[in-house]
């Protein structure tokens, strides 16, 4: 199948700092990600969709200027947590759908992002 | 709000068939029905995927009604690896469909 990857996969940083998480499709272009929030023992929360060339789509409740989303490429979305504080601490993951021609439509997901503000 | 309900665990015997039942009642026509688990502390990993027919590969079946508005994923023969969050979901098979997740299915396989 088609691999996502996510850097880095665990991050600790201090309140107020700004962390950057970045999500790559290796082997296919991605013009849509998809990314995530999950809490221990929760399911996956949708935060934002984020679109190559343009703005990113965020959920309601959401905050755009806390998670800064850009898409600059066809295989490249980063997630900033600006300002981060303890509540910001979390499992983030993305995901690219494989579709179009030869796709059929699936998720994958990167290997997820832990962070860790204290 | 998630499209799709699932039973909060299930247990299976190693070596047995788990079955894993997924309500989807308001599914769209254009939406397929994805399976994915998830491993603790891990992303999320693609079993299978359906429209409306049955469909099976390596890893599992799918069985899909034929109102589809429900669906089951077949382990055939679960092995202790198979311990994880099965998660069921809807979407349409284009790049903008958005994905929902439920709570999933806690499938824990015993010795």
């Known amino acids: 199948g088609a691999v996502v990857s996510q850097h880095p996969s665990r991050v600790i940083c201090k309140s107020g700092t700004s962390v950057k998480i970045e999500c790559r499709s290796l082997?296919?272009?991605?013009?849509?990600m998809f990314w995530y929030r999950q809490f221990p023992k929760k399911s996956l929360m949708l935060m934002a969709t984020?679109?190559?060339?343009?703005?990113?789509?965020?959920e309601q409740g959401v905050e755009k200027d806390k998670f800064l989303i850009n898409h600059a490429s066809l295989t490249l979305s980063t997630l900033t947590v600006t300002s981060a504080h303890p509540e910001d601490s979390s499992f983030y993951i993305c995901?690219?759908?494989?579709?179009?021609?030869?796709?059929?439509?699936?998720?994958?997901f990167g290997e997820g992002s832990r962070l860790t503000v204290l | 709000d998630a499209k799709t309900t699932q039973p909060t665990s299930m247990d299976c015997a190693e070596g047995r068939a788990a079955n894993l039942p997924c309500n989807h009642s308001?599914?769209?026509?254009?939406?397929?029905v994805y399976w994915y688990r998830q491993i603790h502390s891990q992303g999320p990993q693609y079993i299978i995927h359906?429209?409306?027919n049955n469909e099976t590969n390596e890893m599992a079946s799918l069985i899909i009604t034929e109102d589809r508005k429900s669906s089951t994923l077949i382990l055939p023969h679960a092995t202790l690896r198979d311990t994880a969050v099965y998660y069921c979901?809807?979407?349409?098979?284009?790049?903008?469909?958005?994905?929902?997740f439920g709570d999933g299915t806690t499938l824990t396989v015993k010795p």
């Open positions: 995901s690219a759908p494989v579709s179009g021609a030869g796709g059929t439509g699936e998720l994958f």
């Open positions: 082997d296919f272009q991605a013009t849509t």
């Open positions: 984020s679109n190559e060339g343009s703005k990113a789509t965020y």
């Open positions: 308001t599914i769209s026509g254009n939406e397929y």
């Open positions: 359906g429209l409306k």
């Open positions: 979901i809807v979407r349409p098979n284009t790049n903008a469909g958005k994905s929902t």
